[in-house]
């Protein structure tokens, strides 16, 4: 077998090289990191503080809010310290945490959403069920549900990734990603990142799918329900009946039916 020189350190390519636009970019980074935790801190604030605002929807929000800080935070402060210290070296182990977690947060961040939607959907679809479905109980589940189906969805791949062969230490990229990684590998056409790659947009395709058929059901939903209110407008002596208020009763308590 060929010897093989385990990688320790990498160096990321970055973004220019001259020196004006590298402060340029400086500072458009950190605002661009300042702007979204300073107002995913003032969500979480007001969610937590203020007692009408803990209902699930909220309790859901905050989590997101918590979740889209640590995703600016594992990315920008590292390229912020490389350009104010003039360096793109980085260490492999670093490297391969920081691709993790990168990673992680954003399907953690992307289950939730899919779980945000699916709380709409009981709320304006199944109001009658709402407290039974959204407990505490069942919310804290959820929330668990996506830290932890973020967290197998991205384990195994970075884990399996990190032991492969490197031929290049140069890493044509600005941060710590996993595509370009696996651009350096030695092992020819990588197999592993094409799996990866064709689980990922399996994954993504189909929370993005669930997502959207609960709005389309939440509109429906909608449309449902003020047409009724319109026929309510067009036609009032016909409601006067049993039979017609009954109806249109059970369909307002209940819009899918």
């Not at 992307?110 to 709380?119: E, G, I, K, P």
């Not at 009724?228 to 109806?247: D, G, H, N, V, Y």
Request: net charge neutral; charged share 10%; glycine share 4%.
């Amino acid at each position: 077998m060929a010897n093989q020189t385990v990688v320790t350190e990498s160096s990321l390519q970055g973004l220019t090289d001259t020196k004006q636009l590298q402060v340029a970019v400086f500072l458009f980074l950190l605002l661009a990191c300042l702007m979204p935790v300073s107002g995913n801190l003032a969500i979480i604030s007001l969610t937590l503080l203020d007692t009408h605002q803990q209902t699930p929807v909220y309790f859901f929000l905050w989590k997101l809010s918590c979740l889209e800080i640590w995703f600016h935070t594992v990315i920008v402060p590292k390229m912020l310290l490389n350009i104010a210290m003039g360096t793109r070296s980085v260490k492999f182990a670093v490297y391969i945490a920081q691709d993790f977690f990168y990673i992680f947060l954003g399907a953690t961040e992307f289950f939730l959403l899919s779980a945000m939607a699916y709380d709409q959907y009981i709320a304006i679809c199944q109001p009658l069920r709402f407290p039974v479905i959204t407990s505490s109980r069942i919310c804290t589940q959820l929330i668990l549900t996506c830290w932890l189906g973020g967290f197998s969805f991205t384990f195994m791949p970075v884990m399996l990734s990190s032991q492969l062969p490197f031929c290049d230490t140069h890493i044509k990229h600005f941060f710590c990603d996993y595509m370009p990684l696996m651009e350096v590998v030695c092992s020819g056409p990588n197999v592993l990142g094409m799996v990866d790659f064709t689980l990922v947009l399996v994954a993504l395709l189909s929370i993005l799918a669930l997502i959207t058929l609960s709005y389309v059901q939440i509109i429906w939903t909608i449309v449902r329900i003020l047409s009724i209110q319109e026929r309510k407008k067009a036609f009032p002596m016909s409601l006067w009946s049993p039979c017609a208020m009954a109806a249109t009763s059970s369909c307002m308590s209940n819009p899918l039916q």
